[in-house]
């Protein structure tokens, strides 16, 4: 599974961006999917998972109220919509996918993209 992460840019604080992950698997509903970003110095952190079928999703507490995670699985991509971005939430943002729910949870993916730089300015 190849996973390409797009969207990102430079935005204002208060301003919003959509993040998509776009998956090249025929079977992308079989994947859990997650967002993580890495700012740097700082180590890998969690922002959201949705469930193969989108039923159910999990936020980290920094982007919870704030970010929302939604998939189209006839598209094979996975987005993360990002409102009333702050400056602290500045970091490569990277998609990741596994058959295996947890792995994604845990940052044990299988499968990673490349990352999309997301800055907030002040």
């Known amino acids: 599974v190849q996973l390409q992460a797009s969207g990102g840019g430079l935005v204002q604080a208060g301003g919003s961006l959509r993040l998509s992950c776009a998956a090249s698997?025929?079977?992308?509903?079989?994947?859990?999917v997650g967002w993580f970003r890495q700012a740097l110095g700082k180590e890998r952190e969690f922002v959201a998972i949705?469930?193969?079928?989108?039923?159910?999703?999990y936020y980290g507490d920094s982007v919870k109220g704030r970010f929302t995670i939604s998939r189209e699985n006839a598209k094979n991509t996975v987005y993360l919509q990002m409102n009333s971005l702050k400056p602290e939430d500045t970091a490569v943002y990277y998609c990741?996918?596994?058959?295996?729910?947890?792995?994604?949870?845990?940052?044990?993916?299988?499968?990673w993209g490349q990352g999309t730089l997301v800055t907030v300015s002040s």
């Open positions: 990741a996918a596994d058959p295996i729910y947890t792995k994604v949870a845990s940052k044990r993916a299988d499968y």
């Open positions: 949705i469930n193969m079928r989108g039923g159910s999703s």
């Open positions: 698997a025929r079977t992308f509903s079989n994947y859990a």
